[in-house]
């Protein structure tokens, strides 16, 4: 279960989670128009550099406290991280009110390219064309990535299209897919000037079949 607090005003777009399971007990705050701070514990260290470079190439404010059953495996851990971050992404928007909605980033990191687009329609769907040439990443699998990716665009309702078009080191391969995250987010989270005053879709409201 989750208790998630409403922002106080329309432009006041931060909100907080409380995501406790019998499996997790995670904690996470943001705000979107911050400038990219982290403080980040999950236990997964290399989720939390992940998560890091979310907030980094977001600037998203972002504060996540996480405890899990890590003895068994990472695998809960991950996903209810990305169910609560993204919980509280989609709080934080609100109604989604003057947003650029769409967002586009192709990141390069050494040998590797990623691209990642996305549409913040509220209507949550993955695509994820990444694959891996190793099981692990220090301890982590690397099957779980996608399971994140998964729970993050659920639970922040987003149409998410991650697509790794070449690269041979893993590490880059998952870095650079968090970072592409994080610019096209950033971008489709803005507020668009022009516009600030009305839901980006001609239904006005974002979510459902035709937004």
């Known amino acids: 279960m989750s208790r998630i607090s409403q922002p106080m005003t329309a432009m006041d777009r931060k909100a907080s989670v409380a995501r406790k399971t019998k499996e997790t007990e995670i904690s ?3 705000d979107l128009d911050g400038s990219g701070k982290s403080e980040i514990s999950t236990g997964i260290g290399f989720l939390d550099h992940m998560l890091e470079q979310l907030s980094r190439h977001s600037l998203i404010d972002l504060t996540v406290k996480a405890r899990g059953d890590l003895h ?14 993204g919980e509280a992404v989609s709080k ?6 003057g947003i650029n909605r769409y967002g586009e980033a192709t990141i390069p990191m050494d040998e590797t390219l990623t691209r990642v687009t996305l549409d913040a329609s509220n209507r949550p769907y993955l695509i994820w064309k990444v694959n891996f040439s190793r099981p692990k990443l220090g301890e982590m699998d ?22 790794n078009l070449y690269g041979e080191n893993n590490h880059h391969i998952v870095e650079s897919c968090y970072k592409a ?20 879709s001609t239904k006005g409201v974002l979510g459902g079949s035709l937004s």
């Open 28 to 30: 996470v705050s943001l």
């Open 92 to 97: 934080a928007l609100g109604g989604r009110i």
């Open 142 to 163: 690397t099957e779980l990535f996608k399971e994140w990716f998964q729970a993050f665009a659920q639970s922040a309702g987003l149409t998410l299209h991650v697509e």
């Open 72 to 85: 068994i495996d990472f695998h809960h851990t991950t996903e209810d991280t990305g169910i609560a971050i």
């Open 181 to 200: 995250l994080a610019r096209a987010l950033r971008q489709a989270v803005e507020i668009d000037p022009r516009k600030s005053d009305a839901v980006p």
